[in-house]
């Protein structure tokens, strides 16, 4: 499958809601993957992320292909470390973690990737990852090590968004961390996308629809989300596809 950052951009001109869903191979079983992907399918999922901060190593490629033998859905590398990469898998965002001054996370995982990526036909796609204090230690804090950025100084979030395009990343990733107090805030959000003019991607801590179109609203050309699902799947019968939607006469 190619084209997934031009499907990015051209779904982002129509308005079209792009919702990533989540799946963290730490948290779910393989044998669980059928059902929950049969849930996906009817929702108004656009992407399925892969990945997790701390996931076992070779246990990503079983779940693509158990993912991929029941939708056609992107699938796309969100990898917490290196030993996530997988090839089977549709396209990898390629983080830098902006937000922190960790090398580490900056360039030194991404050059460990490199002999990974070699021979795949991964469609890689730059992103700056940006992580933003959201009232509780999430693991990308505690994993990377990193001081997330303030919810306060918006100035200093559209600033480092923009430096990450001028490095030429191609998305930017607004990131409160996997089951997050607080969402990002849709004023952060929407100053940050008037700042840019790359797609911007944003997640943790979006638990109901009202999360969800206000990330829409203010700017998000994807939402991801992980948490709400794995912790009651019938969040998916509030984000039915508008056609598989009942309606009273
Ligand atoms: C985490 O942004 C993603 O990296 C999704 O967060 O699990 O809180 O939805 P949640």
Redesign the pocket.
Known sequence: MKGLYKNIIINSEIDKTQLAV?IDPDKMKLKNVSTFIEKVKRSIATHILIGGSEVKENIVDAFITEIKSHTNLPVILFPGDINQIARNADGILFLSLISGRNPEYLIGKQIEAVPKLANTSLEIIPTGYILIENGKKTS?ERVSETIPMSRSNIDLICDTAKAGEFLGMKLIYL?A????THPIEPTIISKVKSTLNIPLIV????RTKMDLDKAIIAGADLV?????FEEDETFFEELLKPELKITAN
Do not use: C, K
Not at 203 to 206: A, F, K, N, P, Y
Not at 224 to 228: C, L, Q, S
């Open positions: 989540l990308v990131e961390g996997s089951g997050a997640g943790g801590g979006i991801v989300i992980g948490t709400a």
